[in-house]
């Protein structure tokens, strides 16, 4: 562990030219059960382990205990004297110390801990603790986020989303995109057509015509979107991305929605193709599939728990895939063209439902042994946002945006991205056309209102960019085979419900 | 940077064992130019620079333009004809094709760009332009939150910012700390204390006893903290961390406040011992100046526009040294004994005012080449926060609690942490005693409100643990040496301030 961090910072404090490691003193000396199951102790026959009773079974002569602490799905086996064992119960938080051997029954387990010594750190009641070892509805559990996480596989679901953090922040660190926090608070709503949260109290100041009494003295909202924000940091240094919160107020009660949610958000600055921004989609999902696919612990974890684990597999390999691409003229002739019975009939200017995005993802996605993620790209102009760039050629006569969505099976669409309208008076008409503003040659900074800022951008060095925005707990839920969103989310908010 | 690339994904691909380098494929071909600047290009005579005029000079014979594209504090000088220069001013974008010489003048820059051709991106009428070359004041420019990161200055702090997310990142993931992502609506307030902004948007449901009718049902809040969340987490996968934005609704107008902020937070499981605790931030500061003090390109940027440079050098070199502790107890009789006027008078259970606490961090912080941060421990039990933990020993008979501020000149406390009450009962009392809950033997669910949750962790299988609070964006403004907080944040919000 100390090795690979030494070689890992020395890495990463690229940032900082002739960083070396100094992250030479331990935090605290406690030996986690994974690095116990995947490294032999030191001292073999002095071993401290710490975590929770799983299960505790029994016999006339011995007790067995598996513990756990979150660090590893696999339980530690610990044999103890049924004195030993008796105040033990699922859920209890104990120390034992022993000693660590060889298992008699290797194929369950390597080894097991001969305990010498139990300390009790905390009891759990097994008349009132809620989570005895039997099989529980996510239902149920989600009616207690705070406890939920202690049940083995949600606590891999936490160490994928940290795996995943590290992984796409080493990926952009090294493509030297710079890490952003963009701001939460927000004045306007970035596509004008979601449901946002208001933000507020009252600053109890006076009311005038500037000034609503409120604390920012103006209405205020959660984000729904940083893009805006990150369009103008890409043009003061670069390529930037964010992973940042992004709320909506929508009353979409669904296994895909939630009301806050992480956005992985990035913009490629000096570009005038979509294709350097799809290839950074393909290098933010494969930073994270590549892992999983060969083998990590949270990897193999996954798998133990899929069912069937060849979809899995599937998927984190056509993560590390290029992506095919469709357009979305393309798409709605494969879709009007197929013999399967849709709900609401394909046709082109409408917007692609989430049964027409399954059935891409499956038709266009799959090969022999992967499931890669599907591009649709070139949407109609008229159901696209007023930023996106028109195409240059149109297929048809038919206006489309340079813009693309990422299709996935069951999370549908994952990803949403487009070149941006970097010129002053095509941006004017389009938010004309989208009815923003008034119709005339040049509006007024009081008519732009809360989007002045955003149109001053391409008033001075206005450069060819574009990016796209990652919904990060959609794509957990994918690689993880989890068919609900708000399985990979530790405290989920969606409609009527936000529980701790 | 592919090879650092190549290595840096190895690293961090720990997380996924066996991970190799996958992104060989650049995103775009664009160099930026800083690598210009630092790497010779591979084909000298056919250089393509874009980025954007920061200043034009043009004499008889020649133009000489500097450009900058927020990769490097330094700019790259190009020479063009006086026709080529004709339609170039402050703030436009260039694409410049040519070659890249030896400079004539070595003492100001080793090369420059012959420049061949020139392609105007997006131009900037200078009429309009608010980013002349000239002195701005850090008012004026915060009126256009949207233009000032444009500013070379300001694209280093943007810079400084990401450079310290990923070592600190890097600096977790190395020490087996799980990253989290905390939820920022929340229902409870954390320490009771805070001033919170309200969430909300009317759902228009029928209103009931137990539904008010808005989208949640309840108040929701903005959150203060993610403590109380993370010690949850830290009872499932053990070591924790956050970085993420947290809200204070209050009417502070100083240097030092924001109404949005990052916070980054971090839970130590399994510990009995304070030390652990501090020995966590201490790794966290120390991954973040090492790189600064050792000559990363942003350190040289920042010693560029310090005055004092050796101010700044002092603390970066301050940030991997042990930091020195004393007791609230034996801070307030230094400040006692001191023969400083202050403006409140240090007495035992008041807390320590910014006066005191600048006074402390440079009487105790000051070594003879490094300007050290201070802890200051054990503050009385009566003006800290519910949930921490009594100190076992007294001193003088007086009551403390196990906790810590870590105190710097200027920033003031930048750090706050504590152990935890981990036991159930004293929990309760202490909620009691701070009139959070009435008295009583032991509360119902009712009583506990939104509370309940958080008491639940005491009940079953709880541990010994304590934990942290650092002010991202104070650390990055003290190792930055920029007086205001708001200088560091973007779109910084306060009362009344919430522009783009």
């Excluded at 990463?12 to 935090?27: E, S, Y």
Aim: with cysteine.
């Amino acid at each position: 562990m100390v090795q690979h961090g030494a070689r890992l910072v020395r890495c990463l404090g690229q940032a900082f030219k002739g960083c070396r490691a100094i992250h030479t003193k331990a935090d605290n000396s406690r030996l986690t059960i994974a690095r116990i199951l995947e490294e032999k102790p030191a001292d073999p026959t002095d071993v401290v382990v710490t975590g929770f009773i799983r299960s505790i079974r029994n016999q006339k002569q011995r007790s067995f205990a598996s513990i756990g602490d979150g660090s590893s799905l696999e339980p530690l086996q610990a044999l103890l004297t049924p004195a030993q064992a008796q105040s033990l119960s699922t859920g209890t938080a104990v120390r034992f110390m022993g000693s660590w051997r060889p298992s008699p029954n290797p194929k369950a387990q390597s080894h097991e801990l001969h305990v010498v010594d139990v300390d009790i750190i905390g009891p759990a009641d097994p008349a009132t603790f809620p989570l005895q070892k039997k099989y529980h509805t996510p239902e149920y559990l989600r009616t207690m986020p705070h406890m939920r996480t202690r049940i083995p596989i949600n606590s891999t679901l936490l160490r994928l989303r940290s795996d995943a953090i590290a992984a796409v922040t080493s990926m952009f660190y090294e493509h030297g995109f710079a890490q952003t926090h963009t701001p939460i608070i927000t004045s306007s709503d970035c596509e004008g057509a979601g449901e946002v949260f208001n933000v507020g109290t009252s600053r109890q100041g006076p009311k005038t015509e500037d000034d609503d009494g409120t604390f920012f003295r103006a209405p205020k909202y959660l984000t729904v979107s940083s893009q805006l924000h990150l369009e103008a940091l890409a043009q003061s240094v670069g390529n930037v991305w964010t992973l940042s919160p992004t709320f909506r107020a929508e009353k979409s009660d669904t296994a895909r929605h939630l009301s806050e949610f992480y956005m992985l958000e990035a913009e490629v600055i000096f570009t005038e193709t979509m294709d350097d921004v799809m290839q950074v989609v393909q290098n933010t999902i494969g930073a994270v599939t590549k892992g999983l696919e060969t083998g990590s612990r949270v990897g193999n974890e996954l798998l133990q728990n899929a069912a069937p684990e060849t979809e899995l597999l599937r998927r984190w390999r056509g993560g590390s895939r290029d992506f095919p691409r469709v357009t979305y003229t393309e798409a709605i002739r494969v879709l009007q063209s197929s013999t399967h019975q849709f709900e609401h009939e394909p046709k082109w200017c409408s917007g692609l439902q989430a049964e027409h995005e399954r059935y891409i993802a499956n038709e266009l996605g799959n090969s022999s042994n992967a499931t890669i993620p599907v591009f649709v790209t070139h949407y109609p102009k008229a159901i696209k946002p007023f930023y996106m760039l028109p195409s240059a050629t149109s297929e048809d006569g038919l206006e489309t945006v340079d813009c693309f969505d990422l299709l996935v099976p069951e999370a549908c669409e994952i990803v949403g991205g487009s070149m941006r309208e970097h010129r002053l008076e095509p941006l004017i008409r389009s938010m004309q056309a989208n009815k923003m503003i008034p119709p005339g040659p040049m509006p007024t900074d009081e008519e732009l209102g809360e989007l002045k800022w955003y149109v001053d951008l391409r008033k001075w060095g206005s450069v060819p960019h574009g990016g796209f925005g990652l919904g990060f707990d959609r794509l957990l839920a994918y690689l993880a085979g989890v068919p609900n969103i708000r399985e990979v989310v530790t405290f989920p908010r969606w409609v009527g419900r936000c529980d701790c």
